[in-house]
């Protein structure tokens, strides 16, 4: 529904369809705030907190909330149908419609209030709407409650500016908060992992995990939470999940919360559950502003300690992403996610695809590279998909078959590189999964898996054999001057980042 067409239909207080609509987000979160009694700080903190006030199309996340507000709708937590039942407007437009979706937040926060028992006069006043705020995050264990909530109020404090829908700016200017907590100032923070002693202790509820082992660790599966961190710690809380993960670290400092023992088995990536362990990420797989450079560090802190612990060799066989898990359906940590960065602060070998010995890797060396496209076969269809499925693309099985899993992974790998998104695989986008990795300088005289690395992606880009035999000689040398002449760069042979930058680019 269109933002005309919400405002005839909501409250009276809404029906002024000369509204000014150069805002639309905006004037929702003001309208909304306005017509439900709630401080618009609060409102937007709200829905950052959550959100950082983007509806992902209208994509549930892993606690199937939607839109900007992440209006619930789980076996345990219902504010979509609270808020359809506040706002007397449709779920799937409180789902999808942002404007709706504001108004649904704002209803289901003044339902609470009113249950809190919240007077007109407390309702002004930021710090009384603690207790709300600490439901509305949904999670039962007052800790992961106050985790959230604490979370709203440091935004509040700090104060806040989000882009949202076609470019406006969202603002919250920073202001002295003191929340009134109530029953919560109670529940105990302070509570730390035995496991690892830096982290939150925050336990998952017992039907979301298995006691115990059935096999020894020997793997990390890297995750992405869709979805806030306090709503992945809560999520692990509730019964009805049926998920879990050990281990959910915060984007924007690093934070860490267990939720589940190392030495029990987390419900996280499937096939690997019983020889894993799950460490979640707060963010989303299309979003790369949540890969924080204090997220992958804590991250890499927590792998090498658990690698250190549990015999996990560092390397790429054994820290993968769910992704990566054979027999799952997930994408994440997607294509955003920088693993030469995240493999280099974790101490380890970043590893290179099709390194001889590295189990289920196809061939990747070819005289030259055909163009793919949907209903191509062959082995040259199984390099392709294994290489996706390495750049963080769900290529699925590594079957040879070229189908529909295969060229939406094609076309997401595509737009990561900014390469023209058509799901066909010509030179561009062999050049570009033929050279992706770490972009160490070679010159005359390297050798190993890199060189071959460069080898096959200088056969795609120039459209000639060059030998892939990982010893950077006098042909290699030659091949690459001719490579940096044709594409307009400095022509000395040598391969830096510029011109791992070209090839990985798809020039
Ligand atoms: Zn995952």
């Known amino acids: 529904m269109t933002l005309t067409g919400l405002l005839a239909a909501a409250q009276p207080a809404l029906a002024s369809p000369a509204a000014e609509v150069t805002d639309p987000v905006n004037a929702a979160f003001g309208e909304a705030a ?3 009694q709630v401080p618009r700080e609060l409102l937007i903190a709200v829905g950052y907190g959550e959100t950082r006030l983007d509806d992902h199309d209208g994509a549930p996340s892993h ?3 939607y839109g900007v507000m992440h209006l619930v709708d789980n076996p345990t937590h219902r504010t979509l149908v609270t808020a359809a039942g506040e706002t007397g407007l449709p779920v799937a437009e409180l789902r999808s419609d942002t404007v709706a979706n ?9 339902a609470y209030a009113d249950e809190v028992g919240l007077s007109a006069e407390e309702r002004a006043d930021l710090d009384a709407w603690y207790p709300v705020v600490a439901r509305y995050g949904g999670a039962d264990a007052d800790a992961s409650a106050r985790l959230y909530a604490d979370h709203v109020y440091d935004l509040l404090r700090d104060g806040l ?3 949202v829908g076609d470019g406006e700016t969202v603002v919250v200017q920073g202001q002295e908060v003191d929340p009134e907590r109530g029953e919560y100032a109670e529940a105990d923070l302070g509570v730390l992992s035995d496991d690892y002693p830096s982290a939150r202790w925050v336990p998952a509820h017992t039907s979301n995990y298995s006691a115990g082992r059935t096999q020894a660790i020997d793997t990390v599966v890297i995750h992405v939470t869709q979805g806030s961190y306090a709503g992945a710690i809560s999520w692990f809380q ?4 049926q998920v879990s993960a050990h281990y959910t670290i915060r984007s924007s400092d690093g934070e860490i919360t267990q939720s589940v023992r190392d030495r029990d088995t987390a419900w996280h990536a499937r096939s690997a559950n019983s020889h894993s362990i799950g460490i979640e990420h707060e963010g989303w797989v299309d ?4 890969f924080t450079d204090a997220m992958y560090r804590s991250s890499a802190a927590l792998t090498q300690h658990l690698a250190a612990e549990h015999g996990i060799p560092l390397d790429r066989q054994h820290i993968v992403g769910h992704v ?3 027999g799952n359906d997930h994408t994440d940590p997607g294509p955003h996610w920088d693993w030469n960065y995240y493999m280099e602060l974790v101490g380890g070998d970043p590893g290179e695809p099709g390194e001889p010995g590295e189990p289920g890797a196809p061939e990747l ?3 030259s590279y055909s163009t793919l496209a949907n209903g191509s076969t062959g082995p040259q269809v199984s390099a392709l998909q294994y290489l996706l499925n390495q750049n963080g693309q769900n290529a699925g099985t590594v079957d040879g078959q070229f189908g529909p899993n295969t060229e939406s992974a094609v076309r997401g790998f595509q737009s990561a590189k900014g390469l023209a998104v058509d799901g066909k695989v010509g030179p561009r986008t062999w050049t570009a999964l033929l050279s992706a990795g770490s972009t160490d300088s070679l010159r005359q005289g390297s050798s190993g898996a890199a060189v071959s690395r460069l080898q096959r992606a200088l056969t795609a880009a120039l459209g000639r054999t060059v030998s892939a035999d990982g010893q950077f000689g006098p042909l290699t040398d030659q091949a690459v001057r001719e490579y940096q002449d044709s594409r307009g760069l400095g022509v000395d042979g040598q391969v830096g980042p510029l011109t791992w930058g070209a090839l990985q680019s798809g020039r």
């Open 34 to 36: 306005e017509t439900y």
């Open 63 to 65: 606690a199937r909330g």
């Open 102 to 110: 504001i108004h649904g937040g704002a209803a289901v926060l003044r």
């Open 161 to 163: 500016a989000a882009t």
């Open 238 to 241: 509730n019964p009805a999940a």
């Open 287 to 290: 979003e790369p502003s949540w």
């Open 324 to 326: 990566e898990v054979p």
């Open 365 to 367: 060396t070819f005289p």
